[in-house]
């Protein structure tokens, strides 16, 4: 990454990570740290100035935006803190949105199957500033799950809910998990989020290391 003097900026050094089907990492380390940049490296959305990532077996190496893109498609899922819903659609065209992109038959029935799943079936018609940021969020995991992804990234999905509210959130990702075996990368700061991950790392100055 280039910092603003023109000297290059290195973020992370050395980071070897391989994630199984499955399977919830989670990832700590301070703000800063370059959890988040890792994240967008694994998820393809950033490239790496050295290094090689792939995803879903693919090697992300030499494709380009639109090719990183169609191999998302369908089967990666993203929460963010932010819930980043379109607040001129309702809850159930939120879910439905990835579905009907993906070209997928039957998206309205299977969007309102995944809001029944997060509690949400008697909100599916209400726009996202009617909904509480919990609601929002479980919205957000409803839409992140649609097409039975085989890998979500999580960058901070509890950070702005309350404890009680982000506790529900944590329990119903891991139940949606185990129900599709979606692998789980999760960014965050919320210790009893890391605890119920199967490997725990942590970033600082540029390095992962086991935090188990």
């Known amino acids: 990454m280039q910092a603003p003097s023109g000297a290059l900026l290195s973020i992370l050094k050395g980071v070897d990570l391989n994630v199984n089907a499955g399977e919830a990492v989670a990832l700590l380390g301070a703000s800063g740290s370059g959890k988040s940049t890792l994240l967008g490296l694994l998820a393809g959305l950033d490239e790496p100035v050295a290094g090689e ?3 879903l077996g693919q090697r992300l190496k030499g494709l380009d935006e639109d090719a990183r893109a169609r191999l998302r498609l369908g089967r ?10 379109l607040p001129g659609m309702t809850a159930l065209e939120n879910v439905a949105l990835p579905l009907q992109i993906a070209g997928k038959g039957g998206h309205h029935a299977q969007a309102l199957r995944l809001l029944e799943a997060v509690g949400l079936a008697g909100r599916s018609d209400h726009l996202p500033r009617q909904l509480s ?8 995991l409803a839409r992140a799950f649609a097409g039975d992804p085989r890998v979500l990234f999580a960058d901070e999905p509890t950070g702005n809910l309350d404890p009680e509210t982000g506790r529900q959130i944590i329990d119903l990702m891991f139940s949606l998990r185990d129900r599709c075996a979606t692998a789980l990368v999760l960014v965050t700061h919320d210790d009893k989020l890391a605890m119920r991950c199967d490997r725990v790392y942590r970033l600082a100055y540029g390095k992962l290391v086991s935090a188990h």
């Not at 990666?76 to 819903?85: K, N, P, R």
């Open 76 to 85: 990666v899922g993203f929460v963010f803190q932010s819930f980043q819903l």
């Open 133 to 140: 940021g919990g609601e929002q969020q479980r919205v957000a």
């Open 53 to 55: 990532v792939a995803l």
